[in-house]
C-alpha cells in the first residue's frame, strides 16, 4: 500500500512568518510530486510540482525534494491570511500506467493577522 | 490555461434518485479524467480512472454498477451515483491530465473541477 503522510495540523503561523509544510512518501520509486491547496469546502488547487531533487521556487513558495529521504516539503515566505487552507501533497505511484496520484490526509494552515 | 468544469456543484436528492456529474476540460485535451470522493475532514480518495473510449478503471471497493462512468470525448466525462443513499453523500471531484508530451517522461499534473457536494435525503 503506497502511503503519503503529513501532519494534519493545524500549523498555526503569524502573518509574514515562514510555513514549513512537510510530506514523506513510502514509494521510493516515485519521480513526481505535487503540492495542492484547498480552501474549505472547495476542490484543490495545484500550486507546485517537482520532479528533481534540491529546490523549486515560484513567487513566495518554494518546493524542496529529497529522494533519498523520501521527503517533500513546501514553504510558504511571508505567510497571509488568505494562505490559511490545508495543503495536501500528491505523489504519482511509480510503474502505473494511469499516472495516478496518492494524497496525504493534508496539514491546515492557519496564518493569523 | 488547464480549466476543469464540473457540473452541478450542489445536488439535494431523494434517495434511490440518479444523479450524473459532468467534468469537462475547456481549454485542453484530456486523455485521463479521475473521480475522487472527499468525506468531511478527509483526503481525497480516488474512485476511479477515466481513460477516452474505454471502460474504467475502478479502485478496490469502489462499486462499478453504483458508480458509472463514461469518457466518450477528450474533453468531457460523466459520472453517474446510481440508485443514491444517504452514505453516498459526499464531494465528488474530478480532475483532467492533458495529452501534452511529458517532459522527461515525468507526469504532468491533475487539475481539478471545482466539486460537486451531493446530499442524499
Known amino acids: 500500500q503506497k502511503e503519503v503522510e503529513q501532519n494534519s495540523g493545524p500549523l498555526s503561523v503569524p502573518e509574514g512568518a515562514i510555513a514549513s509544510l512537510n510530506c514523506t512518501y513510502s514509494d521510493r520509486g516515485s519521480q513526481s510530486f505535487f503540492w495542492y491547496r484547498q480552501y474549505s469546502g472547495k476542490s484543490p488547487e495545484l500550486i507546485m510540482f517537482i520532479y528533481s531533487n534540491g529546490d523549486k521556487e515560484d513567487g513566495r513558495f518554494t518546493a524542496q525534494l529529497n529522494k533519498a529521504s523520501q521527503y517533500v516539503s513546501l514553504l510558504i515566505r511571508d505567510s497571509q491570511p488568505s494562505d490559511s487552507a490545508t495543503y495536501l501533497c500528491?505523489?504519482?505511484?511509480?510503474?502505473?500506467?494511469?499516472?495516478?496520484?496518492?494524497f496525504g490526509t493534508g496539514t491546515r494552515l492557519l496564518v493569523s493577522p | 490555461g488547464a480549466v476543469v468544469s464540473q457540473h452541478p456543484s450542489w445536488v439535494i436528492c431523494k434517495s434511490g434518485t440518479s444523479v450524473k456529474i459532468e467534468c469537462r476540460s475547456l481549454d485542453f485535451q484530456a486523455t485521463t479524467m479521475f473521480w475522487y470522493r472527499q468525506f468531511p475532514k478527509q483526503s481525497l480518495m480516488l474512485m476511479a480512472t477515466?481513460?477516452?473510449?474505454?471502460?474504467?478503471?475502478?479502485e478496490q471497493g469502489v462499486e462499478k454498477d453504483k458508480f458509472l462512468i463514461n469518457h466518450a470525448s477528450l474533453t468531457l466525462s460523466t459520472l453517474t451515483v446510481t440508485s443514491a443513499h444517504p452514505e453516498d453523500s459526499s464531494f465528488y471531484i474530478c480532475?483532467?491530465?492533458?495529452?501534452?508530451?511529458?517532459?522527461?517522461?515525468?507526469?504532468?499534473?491533475?487539475?481539478f473541477g471545482d466539486g460537486t457536494r451531493l446530499s442524499i435525503l
Open positions: 500528491a505523489v504519482k505511484e511509480a510503474n502505473t500506467g494511469f499516472q495516478k496520484l496518492v
Open positions: 480532475s483532467a491530465r492533458g495529452t501534452q508530451l511529458e517532459i522527461a517522461g515525468m507526469n504532468q499534473p491533475q487539475h
Open positions: 477515466s481513460n477516452e473510449g474505454s471502460k474504467a478503471t475502478y
